[in-house]
């Protein structure tokens, strides 16, 4: 399996400057005051809504939350102008048209100009975030570790500035772009595809195109997504690219095994497709994504050797879900999958100064079946999540040329995730999860070389974290929009890269301080 | 044909499915617009309910707009009313508020069904006859033998169980709704077995 390429700078330092942030976080929050933050502020721009709305503990989404995005993004309410057209159905228009009909309905009256009370101008809906992070690992790094230590290293990074809301009165978009930048040196492969790591890049990125209407007794919503990261326009957590954990540590060692839907193909595809909510009820959503070239995926600011290959035609990504909701309950259970042909790079050390593909592809097939519960309290949330995901791969590329010794391999990931909630605008969150990853035994695939034990994909492991969440941390001077989250989180592995053994050296304490503004 | 070329298409289709849906919400008047989905967005698509929120469509134009305003003035404080209603309102005008209650007070209802459908029967005989002796008064003196209610009395057939409990235990434990409401004295003596059986013959009727 290809490995993840540790890309975020650090910066020498010590628990005392996390320690330090924390501490200003705090004190902010103190002489904060009340005004209320998004996660994604510009959203709490737009609807007037404080985050805790749409959030549990972000990204994580309450139901409002998902209708929030299901509707693309345009959801107005707040203050300010939603979006920066004059010519668009803004709040006066609708009123006007309400009016109308309401005059023709009780037989007229004189309709008063009077709106909405105070709207004030457009903002542009642009929000920035930073993470700073503490990490220690239960054994050092490999060296050479430059420019770090060894152990207990602290990072102020990602930076990511964001897109996110209403362009019209239809279309919405959540974009993000992100700053990294080179990891150890023992994280460098020495081959001279290094040259293609960058530090700025295209991260998460989901434009919208949504609207609703009846048909008979059905109520619709109907819209488009074009987005670069398959699940990444899913309402639900459960699904790869918004589920728990939200913040990891890139010191820290991850497992090297992952299904190709888990990310693999982030910021590297494309896809466009339509998705439609019926009654409020049943998600329907069909995708298709392609691979940017290589040119065009280094001109974003994306390694194209980090993913396995490009794809061969159009990758088909499914989503059905059936969410029934009874006041404060919210139950989820669905299935999604995606099908790759995916021919490989013939040399991603780009030794051979080639930046072609092989002609033959290999074929994964990913389902997965996931499900939720969510349950509101008088001052709390609990959320329960599971996700399943089966990739059925058939390597008629890997296996001619070596690169996988099995002509046919499955590969398992598991995620069972509680998360509980406490507080309104103080938040704590406390979020524990299981997670396994079980497969085929692959000589080459899971070799020595590349990290695994007993040429077997096999890790499982705890994941704990605890977060306080300050969303009522009103008025900054200047911004009233600015939320952040500090987050302990502990990685505890069972079983790593196919071994128990040494298996708890790759835990990992990861102290963190997210910002959005 | 270049993937950036179908980007732009793509950017290009999407105008266009605005532009063309955008005037269809104005030029008929009463569909769904932009002001309405600031309300729909957590009420529900046709304003059903949805989770938490309940249900506006059907409800009498004279109730809903003096909540709004209850709302507004920040007077109306039950718990969930401060955490959504209070931002939903902030920014409403007394004539928007008068437009919103008018659109949706014209959508028809559909019933929540969520009851416990044993205690109908029991929730039927205290809405039509109250419990004289323990002071408890007929509901269906002031919203109506269907249920349906008048003028500022509010619809309650068809709200959600968990809704109708929640608003009927509110008023005892001291949050207020609208000034004046003779709603805090008619709930008072409610004990939570006969709120149990209110709330489910409620939410089956049309």
Same mark, same amino acid.
């Given at each position: 399996m290809e490995h993840r390429r540790s890309d975020r700078v650090w910066s020498r330092g010590g628990i005392a400057a996390v320690m330090a942030i924390c501490a200003a976080v705090v004190l902010l929050v103190m002489i904060g005051g009340a005004a209320p933050a998004s996660a994604l502020p510009s959203f709490a721009r737009q609807t007037g809504q404080p985050c805790g709305t749409c959030h549990t503990s972000f990204p994580g989404l309450t139901p409002f939350g998902r209708r929030f995005k299901l509707l693309g993004y345009t959801?107005?309410?707040?203050?300010?102008?939603?979006?920066?057209?004059?010519?668009?159905?803004?709040?006066?228009?609708?009123?006007?048209?309400?009016?109308d009909y309401a005059n023709r309905t009780?037989?007229?009256?004189?309709?008063?100009?009077?709106?909405?009370?105070?709207?004030?101008?457009?903002?542009?809906?642009?929000?920035?975030?930073?993470?700073?992070?503490?990490?220690?690992?239960?054994?050092?790094?490999?060296?050479?570790?430059?420019?770090?230590?060894?152990?207990?290293?602290?990072?102020?990074?990602?930076?990511?500035?964001?897109?996110?809301?209403?362009?019209?009165?239809?279309?919405?978009?959540?974009?993000?772009?992100?700053?990294?930048?080179?990891?150890?040196?023992?994280?460098?492969?020495?081959?001279?595809?290094?040259?293609?790591?960058?530090?700025?890049?295209?991260?998460?990125?989901?434009?919208?195109?949504?609207?609703?209407?009846?048909?008979?007794?059905?109520?619709?919503?109907?819209?488009?997504?074009?987005?670069?990261?398959?699940?990444?326009?899913?309402l639900w957590n459960t699904t790869p690219a918004w589920t728990f954990p939200y913040a990891v540590s890139n010191?820290?060692?991850?497992?090297?095994?992952?299904?190709?839907?888990?990310?693999?193909?982030?910021?590297?595809?494309?896809?466009?497709?339509?998705?439609?909510?019926?009654?409020?009820?049943?998600?329907?959503?069909?995708?298709?994504?392609?691979?940017?070239?290589?040119?065009?995926?280094?001109?974003?600011?994306?390694? +194209?050797? =980090? /993913?396995?290959?490009?794809? #061969?035609?159009?990758?088909?990504?499914? *989503?059905?879900?059936? &969410?029934?909701?009874? @006041?404060?309950?919210?139950?989820?259970?669905?299935?999604?999958?995606?099908?790759?042909?995916?021919?490989?790079?013939?040399?991603?050390t780009f030794v051979q100064g080639t930046t072609g593909v092989l002609g033959i592809a290999d074929r994964f097939t990913d389902v997965g079946f996931d499900s939720q519960y969510q349950y509101q309290g008088s001052n709390y949330w609990v959320t329960l999540r599971a996700n399943y995901l089966?990739?059925?791969?058939?390597?008629?590329?890997?296996? +001619?040329? =070596? /690169?996988?010794?099995?002509? #046919?391999?499955?590969?398992?990931?598991? *995620?069972?995730?509680? &998360?509980?909630?406490? @507080?309104?605008?103080?938040?704590?969150?406390?979020?524990?999860?299981?997670?396994?990853?079980?497969?085929?035994?692959?000589?080459?695939l899971y070799s020595v070389g590349g990290g695994f034990a007993n040429n077997s994909p096999n890790s499982s492991g705890w994941m704990a974290e605890l977060d306080y969440i300050p969303f009522g941390m009103g008025k900054a001077p200047g911004w009233p929009w600015f939320n952040a989250k500090i987050g302990l989180q502990y990685v505890y592995y069972n079983k790593f890269n196919g071994t128990t053994l040494g298996a708890q050296d790759n835990n990992t304490v990861f102290l963190h301080a997210w910002f959005a503004m | 044909m270049s993937i950036i070329t179908r980007s732009a298409c793509t950017a290009a289709l999407l105008m266009v499915l605005s532009a063309l849906t955008a005037p269809m919400a104005t030029a008929v008047a009463g569909e769904p617009t932009?002001?309405?989905?600031?309300?729909?967005?957590?009420?529900?698509?046709?304003?059903?309910?949805?989770?938490?929120?309940?249900?506006?469509?059907?409800?009498?134009?004279?109730?809903?707009?003096?909540?709004?305003?209850?709302?507004?003035?920040?007077?109306?404080?039950?718990?969930?009313?401060?955490?959504?209603?209070?931002?939903?309102?902030?920014?409403?005008?007394?004539?928007?508020?008068?437009?919103?209650?008018?659109?949706?007070?014209?959508?028809?209802?559909?019933?929540?069904?969520?009851?416990?459908?044993?205690?109908?029967?029991?929730g039927r005989t205290i809405y039509m006859e109250g419990i004289p002796d323990a002071n408890i008064a007929a509901c269906y003196a002031c919203h109506g033998p269907n249920a349906e209610g008048i003028r500022d009395i509010p619809r309650l057939g068809g709200l959600s169980r968990f809704y109708l409990k929640a608003r009927l235990e509110q008023w005892a434990q001291g949050y207020h709704s609208v000034p004046g409401s003779p709603m805090p004295l008619v709930a008072r003596p409610l004990a939570s077995a006969e709120i149990e059986a209110l709330a489910s013959y409620l939410s089956f009727i049309k």
């Open positions: 959801t107005g309410g707040g203050l300010y102008k939603t979006t920066p057209f004059g010519n668009n159905n803004g709040p006066q228009q609708a009123y006007a048209a309400l009016r009780d037989g007229g009256g004189a309709a008063q100009s009077a709106t909405s009370s105070g709207e004030r101008g457009w903002v542009p809906p642009i929000s920035m975030m930073a993470i700073a992070g503490f990490t220690h690992a239960q054994a050092d790094i490999p060296a050479p570790t430059d420019p770090y230590r060894p152990n207990d290293n602290t990072v102020l990074t990602p930076f990511s500035g964001f897109w996110g809301g209403a362009v019209t009165s239809n279309i919405g978009a959540f974009a993000q772009v992100t700053y990294n930048a080179p990891g150890p040196v023992s994280g460098l492969s020495g081959a001279p595809a290094d040259k293609f790591l960058h530090t700025w890049t295209w991260d998460n990125t989901d434009v919208r195109f949504a609207s609703t209407t009846r048909i008979g007794p059905l109520d619709i919503i109907y819209g488009i997504t074009a987005n670069n990261n398959p699940t990444v326009q899913d010191l820290g060692s991850t497992p090297g095994a992952r299904t190709i839907i888990e990310g693999a193909f982030a910021a590297h595809a494309v896809g466009v497709g339509g998705y439609t909510m019926i009654n409020d009820m049943l998600y329907l959503e069909a995708t298709g994504y392609q691979t940017l070239r290589f040119g065009q995926q280094n001109s974003l600011g994306v390694d +194209p050797f =980090g /993913a396995p290959g490009l794809f #061969s035609g159009v990758a088909p990504y499914w *989503r059905v879900a059936l &969410e029934p909701h009874w @006041g404060p309950h919210t139950f989820m259970i669905g299935t999604y999958g995606m099908v790759f042909n995916v021919n490989p790079w013939i040399d991603s089966r990739e059925f791969q058939q390597l008629n590329a890997s296996f +001619p040329t =070596g /690169a996988s010794a099995n002509p #046919s391999n499955l590969l398992n990931s598991l *995620r069972l995730t509680g &998360e509980v909630t406490f @507080g309104g605008d103080n938040r704590f969150a406390l979020t524990g999860q299981y997670f396994k990853i079980w497969g085929t035994p692959d000589a080459n | 932009v002001s309405v989905q600031n309300c729909t967005w957590c009420h529900g698509t046709s304003a059903q309910g949805y989770a938490i929120a309940p249900r506006l469509a059907g409800q009498r134009p004279a109730y809903l707009e003096t909540q709004l305003k209850s709302f507004h003035e920040r007077f109306r404080d039950n718990p969930l009313s401060r955490q959504y209603m209070w931002s939903a309102t902030a920014v409403l005008g007394p004539q928007a508020a008068r437009d919103l209650a008018a659109y949706f007070a014209t959508i028809p209802p559909r019933p929540a069904n969520d009851g416990n459908r044993n205690l109908a029967a029991t």
